[in-house]
């Protein structure tokens, strides 16, 4: 089973960058090129690039036996900004669990909605959790071209599936 997350505290930013490029590194190759995954892993190695949510959002971080294994982020508050996860703790849930508890916390601070923008790696986890894509859109990291996709959730879904599941369990 594995342990609720905690919330990200500024002494856990090395890690979070760590689990960053580990993801990358570790999960992008065959739905990314070489030239993708080198330019997207990098982002962990540059100062300030991803600094303003890792520093200024609401981030949750999930421990497994190895350490830190994964975390997410909100920010701004209605936006999932951050959810990686390193190889050796992938398929274990912390995604589907990270993702579900930020949703929470979106709902109790009052968003409407959420909003993120999906890699192919965390996409399937998105739709799987009742979210819609809206498209995908092309942006550059280093110079070089990648597809990702614009994703919706409204948080009144969040609310019927938990009440119903509550009212459901044993």
């Not at 089973?1 to 992008?28: C, F, G, H, K, W």
């Not at 830190?68 to 508050?77: D, E, I, Q, R, S």
């Not at 923008?117 to 071209?145: N, V």
């Amino acid at each position: 089973m594995i342990p609720p997350p905690r919330q990200l505290l500024p002494s856990d930013i090395p890690a979070a960058l760590e689990i960053y490029r580990d993801a990358v590194l570790t999960q992008a190759p065959g739905l990314y090129s070489p030239e993708q995954v080198q330019a997207w892993a990098s982002l962990a190695l540059l100062p300030g690039v991803l600094d303003e949510p890792l520093q200024q959002g609401y981030g949750l971080i999930s421990e497994g036996p190895e350490g830190a294994a994964a975390f997410a982020v909100l920010h701004p508050p209605q936006r999932i900004a951050l959810l990686y996860c390193r190889g050796w703790a992938c398929r274990q849930g912390r995604g589907r669990q990270l993702l579900q508890s930020l949703e929470s916390e979106a709902c109790r601070r009052g968003c409407s909605e959420l909003r993120s923008e999906a890699s192919q790696l965390s996409r399937p986890l998105f739709l799987k959790l009742g979210w819609e894509q809206l498209g995908a859109e092309q942006i550059l990291i280093a110079g070089i071209p990648f597809e990702r996709y614009r994703m919706r959730k409204v948080p009144l879904r969040l609310h019927e599936r938990l009440e119903v599941t509550a009212t459901d369990s044993p």
